[in-house]
């Protein structure tokens, strides 16, 4: 019963980066970062599991990348929300609406 | 749309690897830097914030590896790196990769270009809709041992009128007319059919129609149908071709269609043709009231549903009602029905499939022979596989490297092989013989080349598996502590070495064996005296229009005078006129019956082959007169019938008699009736063929009982052309609308008769001398590893004060143990061989001992000088050189 709790985990990385590009494109670090904020610095995404995650979704076409300039002029690889991305975030987000609803009523009832 | 993008994705991955490969690389370094600067903001020093930043990745090169593991189609890209690497091994060996390769190569292109051979010939669908529907429907006689036959007209009618099973019948004949009205004279082939023909193949015209049945009826216009290739070779393609008249033997026919060249039928003549309705045919269309005789072909579509049992039946059915309401034509006979395609192709296959089979074993002997290879790479190579074993790479893992490097190499050999495929089809279609049904259709397709990559996928498992299953299966230890291993190797692979070589001398016996048997064969077919001097004889036929040369006088007439003028020319005075001739053209057998003789029981019957020869005929072609006279110019029509046998005649129907003086009825309509006194007996003379036996044989005077057409036989030491020349004035100086065709050597003609024989002895021999040189490396390679393999055990003897011969002695011995254990193993399998290719046999036994002692023989010489190679090295071996190295 590995697979459960992995695809739970892999479930929820892909909501938050998909949630985290709703404001707009952002790169890696700034995925990271809004995703620390986002959830109050509950989840820290290391890079060893954010780049698998961003290279999964643009291969199955949620979000697509372009390279371009920083802030501070430093070329970084940009991630957008694509159309397909945002019905997968809709529907993760339904997903998860449900499973914590009902986590929270296993948890509640004893 | 998912799967659209996962696709591109997919591809993206595989082809653009180098762009994505530094995309990657770069996003994770400014990913890096982003954090270094961040940290920087927040009031680190630099150094330490690049740390920081570092840790924080935790290795660029581990990232990723991670992104790469999650990208689609990662397999692909495990499995190229282990083919890149396997091309890197291969090429680091370039000794032994050409050797495998090429050896592989050999295989594969022989037996790819053997099987298109074998799928146009045999496999491929007839180019007809629905070909398997289409059935040869024929008469046969069991009690003569089952010839099958055709029709009369008349019974096909009958079979038309009862037949419930077929959705369609038509007869057919072939044979030739002379076209004329458009330039040169010439002849056509034409196919003498029933209306239905064109329906039956489901077939429609490029321009204009096919047959009505109308055109069928007696009284109908003379209609033709002419093929896409005479349209546009002999009629420029003419637009207007429809409706205009073409002249056939003399008489004018309408154009009335032209089919599309992608249509033929009968598939083996050649693409230029036309068909007419039977009814109009100089030839067979007066025979269209008689119910005697088997002459039509009828081709059948049967009825879909309807199964092959059933039609059968009805045929059964049908047999039954003809022999009781027209017993004199057809008791005795039966309906058969055979495959179309089967009819077609039925001669070729068994020959073909003994060459497909031939070419397999060489495939095997080329795949023992690379695994042996690869048994000795594995070898030397276990120190490098026990160190990836012992750095975690599991057996599995190995396997699958090692399968690639050979799938590499399966790969390489298939692509050699095709180009191989290639030239060898080329080379194959100058080699074929003509008589070869469908073989235009010879070539190397896509289907041909799937045939031949799936042969190397195969051959790759087959030489690879188990090098690769022993290598992974070795023990760790004792391959880390060999040190790459000098002295020992495992007992288990020795043994298979040894089984790979033993095996390869099985197969090449077989091979040999077969060959042989067909090489010993061929010569005495080709040795075999056809009864006649061949030599200096040309051939040459003169056909006589049909509409204009109806009578049997004028054929005479023809002769005489023809003959007279060309034998007045210098050079040309032995030439003679002979319908049919001996393998030049059909024999003609017909049933005879002897004056006073006893009738035979019902159902048996006398026959000969019939002759109808010029006087000076047995002179020219040099069969010796064995008793009484030969033909002389006054043996005419107004003179006594007269007959000359030939000596199987005399022997079989006139044993312990002797034949002059007797007389015979022939059953052949012009001469119905008439007694023919024998006045002498000639040579015999192979007339089917020279595998044949000579059969008995009856020849008449031209001028008493002449067939229509004026074959010549000249016999001339002028060049053909010269002959073609002198016969093309004189024919005409008569009739200048006559052409003169097939103008030919008689040696030439007998050569294309054993065409087929020869073809199939060439290609075994080929194969049977590659297999010999395959195995014969083998046994090198076996040997020679083995004596490197001892070159230490050798060197103690040696110290030990073994003389050179000893050495040579025993290194001899092992050869020729694997030698005989080959061979031993190979009698009887060869001997099975033998018995395939019996049938194909001329005059020698297929366990001809000769053969067999001859290729015991062979193998075991050839096997001891591949062994001798190696046993001269470790002659030499020097033992303190020998001793140093342990």
């Given at each position: 019963m590995k697979a459960e709790p992995t695809t739970l985990l892999q479930g929820t990385l892909d909501l938050l980066i998909l949630r985290s590009l709703v404001a707009g494109e952002k790169h890696g670090l700034g995925i990271s970062r809004r995703i620390q904020q986002i959830t109050s610095g509950t989840f820290v995404v290391k890079p060893g599991s954010l780049f698998p995650a961003l290279h999964r979704m643009e291969e199955e076409g949620w979000i697509s990348s372009l390279w371009g300039d920083s802030e501070n002029n430093r070329r970084a690889k940009y991630y957008r929300l694509t159309k397909a991305g945002t019905k997968q975030l809709e529907a993760e987000t339904a997903r998860w609406g449900r499973i914590s609803w009902a986590i929270a009523q296993a948890l509640e009832a004893s | 749309m998912p799967l659209v993008v996962k696709t591109r994705s997919f591809l993206r991955n595989l082809f653009s690897m180098r762009r994505k490969e530094a995309d990657l690389d770069q996003e994770v370094r400014s990913h890096l830097e982003l954090l270094t600067e961040e940290n920087i903001r927040g009031g680190m020093r630099p150094e330490d914030a690049r740390r920081e930043a570092q840790m924080e990745v935790g290795g660029v090169e581990q990232v990723k590896e991670q992104v790469r593991e999650i990208q689609i189609g990662n397999w692909i890209r495990t499995l190229i790196s282990d083919c890149r690497y396997g091309l890197r091994t291969l090429w680091k060996s370039p000794g032994f990769a050409a050797v495998a390769i090429l050896t592989l190569a050999l295989g594969i292109g022989a037996n790819t270009a053997i099987f298109s051979v074998v799928y146009a010939v045999l496999l491929k669908p007839l180019p007809y809709a629905n070909p398997n529907q289409l059935f040869n429907v024929f008469q046969a006689k069991p009690q003569d041992g089952d010839p099958v036959d055709g029709w009369s007209y008349k019974n096909f009618?009958?079979?038309?009128?009862?037949?419930?099973?077929?959705?369609?019948?038509?007869?057919?004949?072939?044979?030739?007319?002379?076209?004329t009205g458009h330039g040169e004279p010439t002849v056509v082939n034409t196919s003498v059919v029933t209306p239905q023909l064109f329906s039956v193949f489901d077939e429609k015209p490029l321009k204009g129609r096919t047959f009505f049945p109308q055109d069928g009826q007696q009284g109908a216009q003379p209609v033709v149908v002419l093929s896409e290739n005479l349209w546009r070779g002999y009629f420029g393609a003419d637009p207007s071709i429809i409706g205009s008249s073409i002249n056939l033997d003399m008489r004018p026919f309408t154009v009335i269609g032209v089919m599309p060249a992608a249509f033929r039928f009968p598939l083996l003549t050649?693409?230029?043709q036309v068909w007419i309705p039977l009814v109009q045919d100089p030839l067979f269309g007066p025979w269209m009231n008689r119910r005697l005789g088997h002459w039509l072909t009828v081709t059948g579509r049967l009825k879909p549903g309807v199964s092959r049992k059933q039609a059968q039946a009805e045929l059964d059915a049908i047999s039954v009602r003809l022999a009781k309401e027209f017993p004199e034509a057809n008791q005795g006979w039966t309906i058969g029905m055979t495959p179309l395609q089967q009819d077609i192709t039925g001669n070729a296959k068994a020959p073909l499939l003994v060459l497909l089979g031939a070419v397999g074993l060489v495939l095997l002997i080329a795949c023992a022979n690379i695994a042996n290879l690869l048994l000795t790479r594995a070898t030397s190579r276990s120190k490098e596989i026990a160190v990836r074993a012992t750095f975690g790479a599991g057996r599995a893992r190995i396997i699958r490297?090692?399968?690639?490097?050979?799938?590499?190499?399966?790969?390489?050999?298939?692509?050699?092989?095709?180009?191989?495929?290639?030239?060898?089809?080329?080379?194959?279609?100058?080699?074929?013989p003509a008589s070869l049904p469908r073989v235009n259709a010879i070539r190397v397709d896509g289907l041909v080349l799937g045939f031949a990559l799936l042969l190397s996928a195969i051959a790759s498992c087959a030489f690879g598996l188990a090098p690769a299953l022993f290598a992974a299966n070795s023990d760790l230890q004792a391959s880390l502590r060999e040190g790459g291993g000098r002295s020992g190797e495992s007992r288990n692979r020795r043994r298979v070495r040894s089984f790979l070589a033993a095996g390869e001398i099985v197969l090449a016996m077989v091979l040999l064996v077969a060959a042989g048997l067909l090489l010993r064969s061929f010569s005495k077919l080709t040795s075999v005296r056809p009864g006649f001097d061949a030599q200096h004889i040309v051939k040459a036929d003169i056909s006589l229009p049909q509409f204009q040369y109806s009578k049997?006088?004028?054929?005479?007439?023809?002769?005489?005078?023809?003959?007279?003028?060309?034998?007045?020319?210098?050079?040309?005075?032995?030439?003679?006129?002979?319908?049919?001739?001996?393998?030049?053209?059909?024999?003609?057998?017909?049933?005879?019956?002897?004056?006073?003789?006893?009738?035979?029981?019902?159902?048996?019957?006398?026959?000969?082959?019939?002759?109808?020869?010029?006087?000076?005929y047995f002179h020219v072609m040099e069969i010796p007169l064995l008793s009484g006279r030969l033909f002389d110019p006054r043996d005419v029509m107004s003179a006594p019938a007269v007959t000359v046998i030939s000596k199987e005649l005399a022997r079989r129907y006139f044993p312990n008699q002797d034949p002059l003086g007797k007389q015979l009825f022939f059953g052949f309509a012009y001469d119905k009736g008439v007694a023919r006194e024998i006045v002498g007996v000639v040579g015999d003379v192979r007339d089917e063929g020279l595998g044949q036996n000579p059969g008995p044989m009856m020849y008449v005077p031209f001028d008493q009982l002449p067939l229509w057409g004026a074959n010549l036989v000249v016999k001339s030491s002028m060049s053909v052309g010269g002959v073609a020349t002198a016969i093309r004035e004189q024919v005409q100086a008569i009739d200048k609308d006559l052409p003169v065709t097939d103008v030919a050597k008689m040696p030439d003609i007998i050569d294309t008769s054993v065409a087929q024989p020869r073809f199939r002895t060439f290609l075994l021999g080929l194969f049977a001398a590659m297999a010999l040189v395959l195995a014969a490396t083998g046994i090198f390679g076996v040997?020679?590893?083995?004596?490197?393999?001892?070159?230490?055990?050798?060197?103690?003897?040696?110290?030990?004060?073994?003389s050179r011969g000893t050495i040579l002695r025993m290194i001899l011995r092992e050869t020729l143990a694997l030698a005989f254990v080959g061979l031993a193993v190979g009698l009887p399998c060869a001997l099975v061989a033998s018995h395939l290719v019996g049938h194909l046999l001329f005059d020698v036994s297929a366990n001809d001992p000769a053969t067999l002692a001859g290729v015991a023989l062979t193998l075991g010489v050839v096997a001891a000088l591949a062994g001798y190679l190696p046993a001269r090295r470790a002659m030499r071996v020097d033992p303190i050189v020998a001793l140093r190295y342990e």
């Open positions: - | 009618e009958e079979l038309l009128e009862q037949d419930q099973v077929f959705g369609g019948l038509a007869g057919n004949q072939h044979h030739q007319l002379t076209m050649a693409s230029e490297q090692l399968l690639a490097e050979t799938a590499v190499l399966g790969l390489l050999g298939g692509v050699a092989g095709i180009a191989l495929a290639y030239w060898g089809v080329q080379g194959l279609s100058s080699l074929l049997p006088q004028q054929w005479i007439a023809f002769a005489d005078e023809f003959l007279a003028r060309l034998q007045a020319q210098a050079g040309m005075q032995d030439s003679a006129v002979a319908v049919p001739r001996p393998i030049a053209d059909a024999c003609a057998t017909l049933q005879f019956d002897i004056v006073g003789a006893p009738a035979l029981s019902a159902g048996a019957s006398r026959t000969a082959d019939f002759e109808s020869v010029s006087p000076n040997i020679s590893y083995s004596v490197s393999r001892r070159t230490n055990e050798i060197g103690v003897r040696v110290a030990l004060g073994a």
